[in-house]
């Protein structure tokens, strides 16, 4: 009998036809929406909490603690729910009234703060504190090894092989860390792209990183090329993946489209997959689809 961690992962991919200008490129999107949770932060949240369990880190009397722009509070909210532990999720106070319902819906203690830097000092501070346990998506390995032992092999068998080239938005970094990964153990000349929004954009779920901030598990080596996507382009490309090719996401999905779009147009040939990391639904009362 299967339970909702085993529908984690497994997730399809689904060809970008309509969008999609040049006839001798192929690309495919990764519909992370369809994990339980709702969003890529799925994979993540279960290898952190799991690994953290089976090392001895942490109980069921633990207290978890985690900053979070959104989807991987809701993650975490749900794994941690099916394990009885109890968590605390640090989250901007811009953030959609969706997320922090569902995070509440499954028993999550909300806090809101002014910005995600502002949230992370405040879980780093409270994380040292007896009887709680800092998760730290931004330095964590569990985060990228997520990617590594799912989502790449997932990728490289659903595409046989062919892949030339991931698309990724980058947040934790986790996704194109661990993509990254694998996918190069198997084929070294596959291009991975990542993508950060420009400088004057406000993209929920990409980040470009004050120095001080920049998330621990990045290794810049491990991506070959960044691609800036401003809001307007995501928020048009979002709109676009919805009304043409029928895929409901989110604003980080439509930066990794755009970014995705026009690597296409360089190309003579290939096949690109991109993330697309969540469900549309969780920014209906935002103004990316009015």
Known sequence: MMTIIDCIGNTPLAEIRYLNSNPNVKIYAKLEGNNPGGSVKDRAALNMIRSAMERGEIDKNTKLIEATSGNTGIALAMIASIYGIEIELVMPASSTRERTLTMEAFGAKVTLLESIEVCRDYAEEKGIQPGYFLLNQFANPDNYLAHYKTTGPEIWNDTKG?????????????????????????????????????????????????????????????????????????????????????????????????????????????????????????????????
């Open 162 to 290: 062919g892949i030339t080239h991931f698309v990724s938005s980058m947040g934790t970094t986790g996704s194109i860390m661990g993509n990254s990964r694998y996918l190069k153990e198997k084929n070294s000349a596959i291009q991975i792209v990542g993508c950060q929004p420009t400088e004057e954009s406000s993209i929920p779920g990409i980040r470009r990183w004050p120095i001080e901030y920049l998330p621990r598990i990045y290794e810049p080596e491990r991506v070959d090329r960044i691609m800036d996507v401003s809001q307007q382009d995501a928020i048009i490309a979002s709109r676009n993946l919805a009304r043409k090719e029928g895929v409901f996401a989110g604003m980080s999905s439509g930066g990794a489209l755009h970014c995705a779009l026009q690597l296409a147009e360089e190309l003579e040939s290939g096949l690109i997959v991109f993330i697309a990391c969540d469900r549309g639904d969780r920014y209906l009362s935002s103004n990316l689809f009015g």
